[in-house]
């Protein structure tokens, strides 16, 4: 991914990666493997703003109006091998094994700044400020797999996976080249996990599937600053029982429903706790006619504090703002109930939706004594969410066909006696031309996916909008496959602004960051195939995995 209009040619690559996968197939036995890197260059400008009650504000501006003030440059791999061995054509073992690295040198993030400070828009004190932030981390997974079919009415699936996560980081920060503080620690993290399902089909027309789930994990933190050394440990042990009833009542009406009980026993450095999360699953799908059918769908989803969120240290972000985990976050569940309307074999699409919690981890803030504002976690009270996502595909003729897709929604959320409400929209639409003879595929997208999701006292906005143009062509039987990509510089209908807002009682701050470097960039991807032989079996792997990084990805 170029930025062939760049005026630094140190700008000129934004993005690039490279993977391949190998499969080798030997009578009853698969290997395969698999390579991913990908390496980040980003380079924008960013502004923070910062507001007080008291008429104090502080501005962060780049030091002049065309510098790059907040640079990121990720790199990252990722490694995997596995093999399934196939008994006989009931029973497969397999085991997958990956291993992922991103170097402490190659993960640097910098923020530069002229920072003002002013009362009642009067200017009374000025400084350069910079942040630095390295990281490095490295995880790996090691999951044994067994299938069975024992025959036409009972099945199993099982896993068994253990897992470790390693993280370091060093945070830097200064002003007037004066160093203000140096932090630096280690996250570490084992856990194992444990999956067995089984599914006994009782007729044509009725199944049940009965399983059990562990999941253990064991969290060490150790903190650095000014010489004084900080630990923290956490552990958890889940246990889950499910089992769900399926039922095909007829060709127009089906369903399938069930409860999942999940308990959670979380002990953060000797503070013990017990939790008991229910997890209720509706599936009813009605089938009108030919061309009309309704599903309405009920789900329940538990979701657990990452290391950043439980452990306690405060990391400062600059003079007037830290962060400080909270160790006492409990597992939050999030229902989800939605009515889609599937029209013309799914060419339209329309499903309403309602979400919903009670405990839902969120990130919050409060101005302490000291006129610090902190930032934080907490379970929050009350989360909803509701809105309408629809999707459309018009076909004209065997070789054009438009797709696009809108979600419409309303996000709030209760707390500390205040509510914060949220109204957003994303929207996809392309227009799709594809020759079959030859292979050839053109055309354009215009996507608005910047929105805003929700916090306790603001939001976040990620994402990106965007026009491009693209074109994709095979070569040598479909062999090579050659697409370029370009982002147009259109700015009509789409916003360049990725950054969070957050209001709290005297204290407001708004910190953003100029994407604008969307324009004019060009995609480039080659892709390869080499294949020798007619057959290849692989077993396709579902293994959960939990990423620990809570930064979003620019692009």
Not at 445 to 470: E, H, P, S, V
């Amino acid at each position: 991914m170029l930025d062939p209009d760049t005026k630094n040619s140190d700008y000129l690559f934004i993005q690039n990666g490279a993977n391949g996968t190998i499969n080798y197939v030997y009578n009853k036995i698969n290997v395969y493997g698999k390579f991913g890197s990908n390496l980040n260059n980003f380079n924008l400008q960013a502004t923070d703003r910062q507001e007080y009650s008291s008429g104090l504000t502080i501005d962060k501006n780049p030091i002049d109006k065309n510098d790059m003030n907040a640079t990121m440059h990720q790199f990252s791999s990722d490694y995997t091998v596995g093999a399934d061995y196939y008994l006989n054509p009931k029973h497969t073992i397999s085991f997958e094994s990956n291993y992922s690295v991103s170097p402490l040198s190659k993960n640097i993030t910098e923020e530069n700044y002229n920072v003002d400070y002013l009362m009642n828009e009067n200017v009374f004190n000025n400084f350069l400020s910079q942040g630095i932030n390295k990281t490095s981390s490295n995880s790996n997974y090691n999951t044994l797999f067994y299938t069975a079919k024992y025959n036409d009415k009972n099945s199993l699936n099982s896993n068994f996976t253990f897992s470790n996560y390693h993280e370091e980081y060093i945070n830097n920060y200064k002003e007037n080249s004066i160093i203000k503080r140096i932090e630096n620690g280690t996250n570490d993290k084992n856990s194992t996990a444990l999956n067995i399902d089984y599914t006994h089909t009782f007729s044509n027309s009725s199944s049940i599937e009965l399983g059990y789930g562990n999941t253990w994990q064991n969290q060490n933190n150790e903190y650095t600053v000014e010489s004084t050394v900080s630990d923290f440990n956490y552990t958890d042990t889940r246990h889950k029982f499910f089992s769900y009833y399926a039922w095909q009542g007829s060709k127009k009406l089906s369903a399938k429903a069930g409860l999942a009980v999940e308990t959670s026993t979380p002990n953060a450095d000797g503070q013990k706790n017990s939790y008991i999360i229910f997890q209720p699953y509706t599936d009813l799908k009605y089938k009108a006619s030919k061309v009309v059918d309704f599903k309405l769908k009920y789900r329940s989803e538990s979701n657990y504090p990452s290391i950043s969120q439980t452990n306690p240290f405060t990391y400062v972000i600059d003079q007037n703002s830290i962060r400080t985990g909270n160790p006492s976050l409990r597992p939050d569940v999030t229902h989800k109930i939605s009515l889609q309307s599937n029209i013309l074999g799914g060419l339209l699409t329309i499903e309403p939706y309602f979400h919903f919690s009670n405990n839902y981890i969120t990130e919050t803030g409060s101005l302490k004594n000291d006129s610090i504002f902190e930032y934080s976690y907490h379970n929050s009270g009350k989360y909803k969410n509701y809105g309408v996502e629809a999707n459309l595909t018009v076909p004209f003729g065997k070789s054009l066909f438009l797709q696009s897709s809108v979600n419409l929604y309303n996000s709030s959320i209760e707390y500390a006696g205040y509510t914060n409400n949220v109204n957003d929209m994303s929207m996809s639409h392309q227009l799709v031309y594809v020759n079959e003879k030859s292979g050839s595929v053109a055309g354009f997208q215009y996507q608005n996916g910047l929105c805003k999701y929700i916090t306790a006292q603001g939001y976040n906005m990620w994402n990106n909008d965007f026009w491009i143009l693209f074109v994709q062509q095979p070569f040598f039987k479909k062999r090579l496959s050659v697409m370029l990509v370009y982002f147009t510089p259109i700015t009509w209908g789409v916003d360049f602004k990725q950054g969070n807002y957050i209001h709290s009682g005297a204290y407001s701050e708004t910190k953003l960051y100029d994407i604008s470097i969307l324009k004019n960039i060009v995609m480039f991807e080659l892709t390869y195939r080499f294949n020798k032989g007619k057959t290849v079996n692989k077993t396709e792997k579902n293994i959960e995995r939990k990423s620990e990084k809570t930064s979003k990805g620019l692009f």
